[in-house]
């Protein structure tokens, strides 16, 4: 596959243009949680730390057990365009290690089409913005005070990448959650969505389509 990515220097607290659509009915099965772990305390960070942490005293500790995730919903695709989209959940957090998610969309179409999604790390990148009291992140999540917890800041790129027929661009992600939450994994429904446009891999301006596509992660009451 081709892959082409444009950075830029400018770094937001956010996804720009980020949407919730609302879930579909197509929910995945999750796994039983086996390695459930008690949430061990901490020293909150002093204003003497390494400069370059994460977190500062200013912001919240999350603090509670760690929810159960009860399933993951992919959002549907608009007909016109040709890719399945799928989002599986392949470990339940704990309070040593954030969850594990699995996200992919594929090329079901007879011809090659090319993907642009206006942040880093295709199919789904880091994400704060969305998802309330949860985050997205494309590495491993920090611990703090028994919770795993991902940062608030991505950078802004252009990640995009020829799709041939049948291929999929796919990757796992780090479900955590959001640095300023003061609730480890809040119990309720949380959306997720990225805003992507995909063209024929010819270059033809009229095959252009711009869409909105993600998923919901429920945790358990």
Known sequence: MKRRKLLTSAVLSGLAGCSFAGPSDEAAETPSRTDTETPTATETPTATEDESSDFSPERSTPAGDVGRIEAVRAHPLPESVPLERRVELLEQPTSSRGGTLSISLR??????????????????????????????????????????????????????????????????????????????????????SNRYTIEKSEGDDDSRIAFNWGFDVVVAE
Do not use: K
Not at 115 to 129: D, K, N, Y
Not at 159 to 164: G, V
Not at 181 to 188: E, N, P, R, V
């Open 107 to 192: 090329n079901t179409d007879s011809r090659s089409w090319y993907l642009t999604l206006g942040a880093p790390e295709l199919p789904f990148h880091a994400s704060s913005c969305s998802g309330f009291h949860l985050a997205v992140d494309p590495g491993s999540a920090d611990i703090f005070d028994g919770c795993p917890v991902g940062g608030s800041a991505v950078v802004r790129t252009l990640d995009s990448e020829t799709l041939e027929p049948g291929e999929a661009v796919a990757g796992e992600r780090v479900l955590a959650t959001y640095d300023v939450a003061d609730t480890c994994f809040a119990a309720g429904e949380h959306p997720f």
